[in-house]
């Protein structure tokens, strides 16, 4: 290990975050919509899910690393966490216990904290529907956290199938959550409003009656081998 792995801190308070502008611009989008132009990756496993389904939220990852089952380094996180942030917390898709519940949350309302997402459960989930403010998790525990182990705040982590910086997008709602890179999201923002103009389009077509077919669907049925050549559905 190099002498600069051995003394890099910890807890880091610094980190490039995606632009505001970028940000709000990437909030008027579904998570379906920026996961498909970013090449159908960057989403987290389905297990993390809304507390409430009307629940949404955009902002920069402030990423969170922390033992199963310790919520230490989620308090010094929130401590330096500026309005607008996510809190992006991997907890090991832990369920024994959980991480935050409505007194945390309540703090991250008061911060101004965009939403929290995090690979662990959560409790008092009345309450935080009732707080609105956005709160992904793996589920609901009663059983309360311990407050002393060592973690990491803004490292790279990698969360339920995705790595995750501090400073990249999240975009989340009632389909999941996806995170795109900081240096790609501003371009992804045109592919996404075209994919929603084509999307309406086709939507339009099949209330109409007009394109019940999608009209790629022989030649991909052709490419697979399931339609010969010249042979039509």
Do not use: Y
């Amino acid at each position: 290990m190099t002498a600069n792995a051995n003394t890099a801190p910890d807890f880091r308070r610094d980190f490039e975050r995606v632009a505001p502008d970028v940000v709000r611009q990437a909030a008027q989008f579904q998570a379906a919509i920026l996961a498909d132009v970013a090449g159908r990756r960057g989403t987290l496993n389905g297990r993390i899910t809304p507390v409430a389904p009307d629940m949404k939220c955009a902002g920069p990852a402030l990423t969170v690393e922390v033992r199963p089952g310790d919520n230490l380094m989620i308090h010094a996180a929130m401590a330096i966490a500026k309005p607008g942030d996510v809190l992006v917390i991997d907890g090991k898709g832990d369920q024994t216990c959980a991480l935050m519940g409505a007194i945390m949350i309540n703090q991250c309302k008061a911060i101004g904290i965009a939403g929290v997402v995090m690979d662990a459960a959560a409790r008092d989930l009345e309450e935080l529907r009732e707080l609105g403010l956005p709160v992904f998790s793996v589920g609901g525990n009663p059983n309360g956290p311990t407050k002393f182990v060592p973690g990491r705040v803004n490292w790279p982590i990698s969360m339920a199938g995705t790595a995750v910086h501090p400073g990249d997008l999240i975009v989340a709602d009632a389909d999941g959550v996806v995170v795109i890179e900081r240096e790609r999201a501003a371009g992804l923002l045109e592919p996404a409003a075209q994919k929603v103009r084509d999307e309406t389009k086709r939507i339009e077509g099949i209330r109409k009656r007009e394109q019940l077919t999608p009209g790629w669907l022989e030649s991909s049925l052709r490419s697979a081998g399931v339609l010969k050549a010249g042979e039509s559905l």
